[in-house]
């Protein structure tokens, strides 16, 4: 048996250590006990409670699990750094990097422009350190008053604006938008601008290869030069160039009413053959072009031939040496005389040739 004085410390230690122990909920809280005693559920029933709990929370982490971004995603939000330094040296890396940014800062702090120059580039409204300025609940105001003037003006306009079919009419669209089966807006757009880029590339290449005013004006496109001040003026230059043409046309009409039948032509030798027999056109002019250089070639040999001037002198061709013979005037005098002969013997041709359609019956048959 235990003695009275025994038992006595044993009951004082254990009523000590039961005021000090916690209570019920307090056990559930530190997951000490799994239910409130006072519940009085069964074991069974607390296992079974248990065990839903169990796998709520692991379905619930799995999901959670199956939702959690990716590393390149956390890398991409600076949730992570993409640093290969030893973790206990990514604070100092952070750091370092906060004060160079802050460094940063303060260098474009300092070279920031003044809130006058704002004001003159149209970023600022109003001076906010001039005393007199427009507060900024002002401003708002002022800029919603101006928009909601836009957009009143911008109704206006878009009531009276036309019909899509009247723009097509104009040209100014290629296709009714309303029509399903026209071409998309912005289709439309990348065609147009296509279509343009392509002329303005070919235009740009014409423009490189396009001749001089000069070479122009010595081809006879150009009346006159364009970069001389004291040339005529475009619009004279086309007027005139219309005038000369009809002149030419009207002149040649009349010729063409005088030209000779080709039987004269053929028996006055200009025509080698009469042309509703003969070769067609395109054989006579190749003959005639290869009779020509025939005559050319043959005509340059005899120049390489020819006799010295004071050889002919000497053989009586020549009257006088050209180097002493008569003054230029007389000579000149002489050409021009040769010139109005072979003109008046070529209008004398021009008037025999045969009419227009003489020759239309020719070239087209009976």
């Known amino acids: 048996m235990t003695?009275?004085?025994?038992?006595?410390?044993?009951?004082?230690?254990?009523?000590?250590?039961?005021?000090?122990?916690?209570?019920?909920?307090?056990?559930?809280?530190?997951?000490?006990?799994?239910?409130?005693?006072?519940?009085?559920?069964?074991?069974?029933?607390?296992?079974?409670?248990?065990a839903l709990v169990f796998h709520q929370t692991q379905d619930k982490l799995q999901?959670?699990?199956?939702?959690?971004?990716?590393?390149?995603?956390?890398?991409?939000?600076?949730?992570?750094?993409?640093?290969k330094a030893a973790p206990q040296l990514l604070a100092a890396q952070e750091c370092l990097e906060r004060a160079r940014l802050a460094d940063s800062l303060g260098h474009k702090l300092e070279r920031r422009p003044e809130p006058d120059d704002l004001v003159e580039r149209g970023v600022l409204k109003g001076n906010p350190t001039d005393g007199h300025g427009t507060a900024a609940a002002l401003q708002d105001a002022q800029a919603q008053l101006e928009k909601a003037m836009a957009t009143d003006k911008l109704h206006h306009?878009?009531?009276?604006?036309?019909?899509?079919s009247d723009l097509v009419e104009r040209g100014v669209l290629k296709s009714d938008p309303t029509d399903e089966h026209g071409t998309a807006a912005a289709l439309q757009d990348a065609q147009a601008q296509l279509e343009k880029?392509?002329?303005?590339?070919?235009?740009?290449?014409?423009?490189?290869?396009?001749?001089?005013?000069?070479?122009?004006?010595?081809?006879?496109?150009?009346?006159?030069?364009?970069?001389?001040?004291?040339?005529?003026?475009?619009?004279?230059?086309?007027?005139?160039?219309?005038?000369?043409?009809?002149?030419?046309?009207?002149?040649?009409h009349h010729k063409l009413e005088r030209r000779p039948e080709p039987n004269d032509l053929v028996e006055r030798g200009v025509l080698k053959n009469d042309p509703t027999h003969g070769p067609a056109g395109a054989l006579q002019d190749a003959q005639a072009h290869l009779e020509k250089a025939m005559t050319a070639d043959k005509l340059h040999h005899k120049l390489e031939r020819r006799p010295e001037?004071?050889?002919?002198?000497e053989r009586g061709v020549l009257k006088n040496d050209p180097t002493h013979g008569p003054a230029g005037a007389l000579q000149d005098a002489q050409a021009h005389l040769e010139k109005a002969m072979a003109t008046d013997a070529l209008r004398q041709k021009l008037k025999d040739r045969p009419s227009a359609e003489d020759l239309e019956k020719i070239l087209h048959g009976p």
């Open 197 to 252: 880029a392509m002329a303005t590339d070919k235009l740009h290449h014409k423009l490189e290869r396009r001749p001089e005013p000069s070479d122009l004006v010595e081809r006879g496109v150009l009346r006159g030069d364009p970069t001389d001040e004291h040339s005529t003026a475009a619009a004279l230059q086309d007027a005139q160039a219309q005038l000369e043409k009809a002149m030419a046309t009207d002149k040649l």
């Open 3 to 50: 003695s009275p004085v025994k038992d006595k410390g044993v009951a004082k230690s254990l009523e000590a250590k039961l005021t000090t122990r916690p209570d019920a909920n307090d056990l559930v809280d530190r997951n000490i006990l799994k239910d409130d005693p006072s519940t009085a559920l069964s074991p069974n029933l607390q296992a079974a409670k248990q």
């Open 63 to 83: 999901s959670r699990l199956e939702r959690r971004p990716e590393k390149q995603n956390l890398f991409d939000r600076n949730i992570l750094h993409d640093s």
């Open 309 to 313: 001037p004071n050889d002919l002198v």
């Open 157 to 164: 306009r878009l009531e009276r604006r036309p019909e899509p």
